[in-house]
């Protein structure tokens, strides 16, 4: 797995931030969900840019990764809870705050500003609250593109973005702007969503900039401890780690504070057990970081030497291991990649981090030009990691991979950033390449959406081909023709 796990300052709200930060650091979290609020980096202080550098100081002693939050109760107006909103009348003191969050964030070296849409007022229409959302969140993209900080629109249960579907539809009228990916809430999914919370970040791959993590029961709005509501969570970690999320996945528990540290305890007991399931090698001591140790310091040379990645690249399997991810399920690694697959992925996001994408681009090319097999993998597998500039780039080294009869090239390059970006026809083809070399279609991102009749009719002609030869055809092109 790629990502990291971390704690939600909103579910320590009786502890002084700096106090917070230590206790999820000593439980093995490494990283933070902070939310900004009155007694925990107050983005309206006078002394907020002094107060930003010296908990920025702490997060990098205490090696955390960080996310800003935004949802304080009371922080805006001490009598109506989350007002001002995005779909207010008044929406100005929202923008404001999102604007400073922002600067925060950039001075923090977060992650993502999360924010969220709040209630539409029971006297405004749809068409009013969609076009306050647009106008709202165009303006705090303002400040996002200057100080080149992402933010995340989070989907929230009764308000007026309540379902993934609507997010990534603002998104798009919005014309689908690089600054702006989706925060997800998987207890939301279990209460609201139509879908699991695994389908959920597969839908949402490649857009996800934060994850927060709870439990819910299904049509019920209360963030729960793991196992007390319906969640899966080791299959929700699972599909993190197959759609290639680098970012931070935080527990979520704001109504926990007054046992904040064995709740916190017990969220991590249950995201070790989980984790170890779907990988069973994982180290109980580097679980937080769903990482080997020897990762943790690779990441952060990356971060401060770039130029190091082309010694630590190639180091990576006799570092970490080559073992598959689901050995029982998947022994070649073919759909859900290997350790060494899922650790070259978190370098290549270490170095997205911290170079110019034309620089990016030029690393990440002879990154996978000079590698060998394993590390090209890494590189294919990769590819979500890079920012809409490398774009092209990623495209040309999927095409490469597509020219190979390396089955694990193969089905690494038609992974979620192929499924999102590779056009139609060459997509259709990498399919069929996949039948040819035997690489099954589990492996192909986005196969029951990006399926048309074009492709099935190539499928039929190939099956027809195998036929009139008196060979085999392959069990998955049977299975999609049916299906479909």
């Known amino acids: 797995m790629t990502f990291s796990l971390g704690y939600g300052t909103n579910g320590f709200a009786n502890h002084r931030l700096d106090d917070a930060l230590r206790v999820i650091s000593d439980l093995g979290y490494t990283s933070v969900a902070l939310t900004l609020d009155h007694h925990h980096l107050d983005p309206f202080a006078e002394d907020v840019a002094k107060e930003t550098a010296r908990v920025a100081g702490l997060l990098s002693s205490l090696g955390l990764r960080c996310v800003v939050e935004t949802g304080a109760r009371y922080l805006l107006d001490p009598t109506r809870k989350h007002h001002p909103t995005l779909v207010?009348?008044?929406?100005?003191?929202?923008?404001?705050?999102?604007?400073?969050?922002?600067?925060?964030?950039?001075?923090?070296?977060?992650?993502?500003?999360?924010?969220?849409?709040?209630?539409?007022?029971?006297?405004?229409?749809?068409?009013?609250?969609?076009?306050?959302?647009?106008?709202?969140?165009?303006?705090?993209?303002?400040?996002?593109?200057?100080?080149?900080?992402?933010?995340?629109?989070?989907?929230?249960?009764?308000?007026?973005?309540?379902?993934?579907?609507?997010?990534?539809?603002?998104?798009?009228?919005?014309?689908?702007?690089e600054m702006l990916g989706i925060t997800l809430d998987v207890g939301h999914c279990v209460a609201v969503e139509p879908m699991n919370a695994a389908e959920c970040v597969r839908h949402a791959a490649g857009?996800?900039?934060?994850?927060?993590?709870?439990?819910?029961?299904?049509?019920?709005?209360?963030?729960?401890?793991?196992?007390?509501?319906?969640?899966?969570?080791a299959g929700t970690l699972a599909a993190l780690a197959e759609v290639g999320y680098t970012g931070v996945a935080a527990v979520e528990l704001p109504r926990h504070s007054h046992a904040a540290p064995d709740v916190a305890r017990r969220a991590m007991t249950a995201l070790t057990a989980a984790v170890k399931s779907v990988l069973p090698a994982a180290d109980s001591e580097s679980v937080g970081q769903v990482d080997h140790p020897w990762l943790v310091g690779a990441e952060r040379r990356v971060r401060s030497e770039p130029a190091a990645i082309r010694a630590l690249f190639p180091a990576v399997g006799r570092e970490v291991g080559r073992d598959p991810l689901r050995p029982e399920s998947d022994p070649q690694g073919l759909v859900h990649g290997t350790v060494d697959d899922l650790a070259r992925t978190r370098l290549l996001a270490a170095l997205a981090d911290v170079l110019a994408p034309v620089e990016l681009v030029d690393e990440v090319t002879e990154l996978y030009r000079y590698g060998d097999d394993a590390e090209r993998r890494g590189v294919l597998r990769g590819l979500t990691s890079l920012p809409a500039p490398a774009v092209k780039a990623g495209l040309e080294l999927v095409q490469d991979a597509l020219r190979t009869n390396d089955i694990r090239l193969v089905a690494a390059a038609l992974?979620?950033?192929?499924?999102?970006?590779?056009?139609?026809?060459?997509?259709?083809?990498?399919?069929?390449?996949?039948?040819?070399?035997?690489?099954?279609?589990?492996?192909?991102?986005?196969?029951?959406?990006?399926?048309?009749?074009?492709?099935?009719?190539?499928?039929?002609?190939?099956?027809?081909?195998?036929?009139?030869?008196?060979?085999?055809?392959?069990?998955?092109?049977?299975?999609?023709?049916?299906?479909?």
């Open 88 to 177: 207010s009348e008044d929406s100005d003191g929202r923008i404001d705050f999102l604007h400073r969050a922002i600067r925060i964030a950039a001075d923090l070296g977060a992650d993502c500003v999360s924010f969220w849409s709040g209630i539409k007022p029971s006297d405004v229409d749809d068409e009013t609250a969609r076009q306050r959302m647009l106008s709202g969140v165009g303006k705090v993209l303002v400040e996002a593109d200057r100080r080149q900080v992402r933010i995340g629109l989070e989907p929230e249960p009764g308000m007026y973005v309540q379902h993934l579907a609507q997010a990534l539809a603002l998104r798009d009228e919005l014309g689908k702007p």
């Open 207 to 233: 857009l996800l900039v934060n994850v927060q993590l709870d439990d819910m029961r299904p049509g019920v709005h209360e963030h729960l401890e793991f196992g007390e509501g319906e969640l899966d969570l």
């Open 415 to 484: 992974g979620p950033f192929a499924g999102e970006h590779l056009d139609q026809h060459s997509w259709r083809h990498g399919v069929l390449k996949c039948l040819f070399v035997g690489v099954p279609l589990t492996a192909v991102a986005d196969l029951d959406r990006r399926t048309d009749t074009e492709l099935l009719r190539m499928v039929a002609d190939y099956a027809d081909e195998r036929r009139a030869a008196g060979r085999e055809v392959p069990a998955d092109a049977v299975r999609l023709l049916e299906v479909s």
